[in-house]
């Protein structure tokens, strides 16, 4: 135990000894394992968070993994899109982990605005959210004609086309009823974007926005309010928030230059590069476009760089077919953002090779983006096939079978100047062997006898009808329109003439009947001669009074003179007559001591009067003042021509009474 103590005592001294030279040593064994070779996971769902988490625990440095960024439509910012290692490889020290993250969606893409005036307030503010707009404001103004909260117009019009970077402004309605409400204003420092909207929503206060760049307040953060918190406004009022567009950091024009420096000067500005692959006359790695070029850009912000992957490499398909080569041309304008820009165009040539074999191409290999490649492609050869109108089928299937064709589709039809059997036509030109080649055969003349269906008494519409193959076939079926008192309409009021293929029939249209003129007959004389005539005949009494004699015509709705069908419907107004005349009795009452010294004696005068009257069945009655009379109360009354009118006289109802009373003008 003693001797153990001892050499452990001997080991220690050495160790304490050695220590100096030994640390050097350690230093640099540290630095030479710090990147050890790690497996790398499946980042697929994850965040760029996740990612340098997983290369600190791993001691792996921030030179053996890199980001880049691309659009995304459904991954949220800085989600991993896709990376360069497959999940449970390993990340080998000589390697480096490629990992393209989300930067959202891209603010430059072009939407169709919908129709506001369809949508809630509710829905407005989620189809902005849900499509990532980023600068949209609310307004408000006073329309008490509308519901408080309405969509009254927006900045852009339903249907264009708007990127979600644009400033757009939608204006609702504060209603009347609070219009006139105070608001204290918050301190908005404290209010997240999106609760600064909703403050402006919830108490019709518009929210304007202003960004401007800052190297002290973050990106999105509050930097000041145009009205001061605990200030009270009114609905419809306007309140600008500055929001920090971050560190304004200059933009360097990298077209020309690697994507390798613009990488690391993306990293060192804090700044997402968004890369697009795309064939190019530059070479394989080199910045060819990118956006923005010139200007600021705000710390955190995206640039987007078109990066050349080189010319595009078109493969020969001199012996392939055309389909081969147009599956070609389509998967490679699908790359690389379509960026191939690809055309193809064909020449066809006889050709002892198969249908359809590419014999030449015009281009391969390396070629700028938009080349138009030519090629020429076997169609075998070609024979030439003539008329063989008038021969037999038998002898046209012979022929085609020597140009080596085959007989296509067979169809027949009626000749009166080919036989039966024979060629009408056929295809003819120029075809590739094996084509299929078509032809029309003549069953023999059409011939068509109608038979009894064309006899006096039949019906026209039956036979033709009937006559649809005829008429198809060289027929012609005409009619002549007879009047008939005898044949019912619509049936031949005779046999039809045949001559050939012409057949011609006369064919009833009924009784015609003149319209004779009743004006001024009597009803009763007017509807008899008009139904004997065989019309239809409908009496109505004029609705007003007329001097015309009750019970005479006075109007007919079909002119006199008029042709008609026998059976038409007429309609003949007869007069009302003259109004009849009902007498009435003037009341008796004492005028001149009616109401006087009352109180409001004329007015009361009149009432009393005016009943008085209009019981008696007077209705027609007007008072007139008379300023001339020395005394107040009745004067006079007569009818409108200047006659007397007194107790008792018997007047026809409607006549006019005219009542005249005093009033003197000195009151």
Known sequence: MIELYAKT??????????????VGTTVYYVEMVKDPEAAVPDFTGKTKTD???????????????????????TIAEDGVLSQSIPAGEMLGRENVLEVVLSSGKDPDASLTFPDLSTMSREEIEKWFEDNGFTNVSYAFAEDDSVEAGSFLKASVEAGAQVKRSDA????????????????????FSTYSYKNMQAWGLTNGVTIKFVNEPSSTVA???????SVKAGTTVKAGSTITITLSSGKATDVVNYVGKTKKEADAWISNNGLKAVYREIYSTSDAGMIVSQNPSSGTVSSGGSVTFEVSVGKVDVTDFTGKTKTDLDNFVSAMNAKYNSSAKLTVSYKEVESDQAAGTILSQSVSGLVNPGTAVSAEVAVGKKVTVTSYAGKSLDSFRSYLSSLGLSLGNVSYAYSDSVASGNL????????????????RVSNGAYTWDPGSAAKAGQSWSSLYAASATARANGYSLTKTDVESSTVAEGLMVSDCSISGKTIACQVSIGKYVTVDNVVGKDKDAA?????NAGLSVTLVEQPEYSDTPAGQIIGQSIAAGTKVKASTAITLTYSKGPEPVVMGTIPNFPFNSLYVGATNQNEKMIGYMTSELNKAGFYNISFVKSTSSPSYGFVSMKTADGADVNPGDSLNVKTQI?????????G
């Open 658 to 666: 005219v009542v005249t009373y005093g009033e003197p003008s000195n």
């Open 424 to 439: 009408i036509s056929n295809d003819t030109g120029t075809y590739s062997a094996g084509a299929s080649i078509n032809c």
């Open 9 to 22: 005592k001997i080991l220690l001294a050495v160790a304490l000894a050695m220590g100096g030279a030994a």
């Open 527 to 531: 509807q008899s001669l008009l139904q």
């Open 219 to 225: 990106k999105g953060a509050y930097i000041s309010q």
């Open 51 to 73: 990612v340098e988490s997983w290369a600190k625990e791993n001691r792996v440095s921030s030179s053996r993994y890199s980001f880049s960024y691309e659009f995304d439509e």
């Open 168 to 187: 757009i402004t939608v204006t609702f309605a504060t209603g009347g009823d609070g219009a006139d409400t105070e608001i204290t204003v918050p301190d």
